[in-house]
């Protein structure tokens, strides 16, 4: 059974960094994301990188500010967020998938983590 775990959310002043982590219980994926969804939104894609060839990918609003890293030693993919904004107040969510190239679509992923929350106060 496919787990990811994410961790490294909680409530942090504007400006601040923060890390989330994700562990993944296999390796088998050839995709993983992060997004994230806000109070009363839907589900937004934030980051992904490609395990074959290590590329990443962001939503234009978050590029410069969010760094999406994996290491495969432990199998865990990061996403380090700086400058943080109120706007960034969201659950956020590891995903992880196999197959399609495709990254940026929550359809793009079968495998799922539980989510963290993370706020960001002004």
């Known amino acids: 059974q496919v787990r990811l775990v994410e961790s490294g959310g909680g409530l942090v002043q504007a400006g601040d960094s923060l890390r989330l982590s994700c562990a993944a219980s296999e390796r088998t994926f050839n995709k993983l994301g992060w997004f994230r969804q806000a109070a009363g939104k839907e589900r937004e894609f934030v980051a992904a990188?490609?395990?074959?060839?290590?590329?990443?990918h962001y939503q234009d609003s978050v590029n410069g500010r969010f760094t999406i890293s994996r290491d495969n030693t432990k199998n865990t993919v990061y996403l380090q967020i700086s400058s943080l904004k109120p706007e960034d107040t969201a659950v956020y969510y590891c995903?992880?998938?196999?197959?399609?190239?495709?990254?940026?679509?929550?359809?793009?992923?079968?495998?799922w983590g539980q989510g963290t929350q993370v706020t960001v106060s002004s």
């Open positions: 990188i490609s395990t074959t060839d290590y590329s990443t």
């Open positions: 995903a992880a998938g196999r197959g399609s190239i495709y990254l940026r679509r929550t359809a793009d992923y079968a495998y």
